[in-house]
């Protein structure tokens, strides 16, 4: 089975810069996750979604962080302008289970690695 | 809120057998370990519900208190393979006003096995 995709696997960037990551989760995996983890942290939701929908976002920082998941299935996650503190690892997983339930494993993808300079 | 795990970090030789602790101060539903290497995707190892047993994965065991709301993972005659991060993520039980659905995840506690 194919796990999670992610692109690009690294990102070098200015500060006030766009950037945008890719996630293609494994196939009939309904909740998608995106987390940030910061060096020696450990990874910290920003947004959950159910199928199209949101059901989470209230750490994303919406005045620059925005997501989507077109279809259910792809997603994307966009800075816009970034800040130095951005720099850190953006993780794509998904699970099984829906949020009500709430005991779905995690499959996590590779990651992003952003520096924003 | 944030689980604590302890220790922060831990290095063993092979074979030795260690005892990673994450705690809450909420009541918990689940309790998620998973063990990241460095520059890699956290990689999952099990998860432990409310009201379940103590769970085991080849020489990886963990249990789970719901009454003191802290997990603890056993790792025995440790192997090189074994060195990583490894992060507990906290469910929060509903019936007690907890984000049932929401993983939280520790800070982790970095295992390094010397041979």
């Known amino acids: 089975e194919a796990g999670v995709a992610q692109s690009p696997r690294y990102k070098i960037i200015e500060k006030r810069q766009s950037v945008a990551f890719w996630c293609n989760p494994i196939?009939?995996?309904?909740?998608l996750y995106w987390y940030q983890q910061i060096l020696g942290q450990g990874p910290k939701l920003l947004i959950q979604f159910q199928n199209n929908g949101v059901v989470d976002d209230s750490q994303l920082p919406k005045d620059r962080f925005s997501a989507e998941r077109l279809k259910g299935v792809d997603s994307t996650l966009k800075i816009q302008p970034a800040k130095l503190e951005d720099s850190a690892v953006y993780l794509c997983?998904?699970?099984?289970?829906?949020?009500?339930?709430?005991?779905?494993?995690?499959?996590f993808g590779p990651g992003t690695r952003l520096t924003v300079l | 809120q944030q689980p604590v795990q302890s220790p922060q970090a831990v290095i063993l030789r092979e074979g030795e057998d260690a005892v990673i602790n994450c705690s809450s101060s909420?009541?918990?539903?689940?309790v998620h370990w998973y063990r990241q290497k460095h520059g890699e995707a956290p990689v999952f190892l099990m998860i432990l519900l409310k009201g379940g047993e103590q769970k085991g994965h080849e020489k990886i065991s963990a249990s789970f208190n719901e009454k003191k709301q802290q997990s603890s993972l056993y790792l025995t005659a440790s192997q090189l393979s074994y060195s990583g991060t490894y992060f507990c993520?906290?469910?929060?039980?509903?019936?007690?006003?907890?984000?049932?659905?929401?993983?939280?995840f520790g800070k982790g506690t970095k295992l390094s096995v010397k041979p």
């Open positions: 997983a998904s699970s099984l289970a829906a949020s009500g339930g709430g005991i779905g494993r995690r499959y």
């Open positions: 993520g906290t469910e929060g039980d509903r019936i007690y006003g907890g984000s049932q659905g929401n993983l939280i």
């Open positions: 196939s009939g995996h309904a909740t």
């Open positions: 909420k009541a918990l539903y689940s």
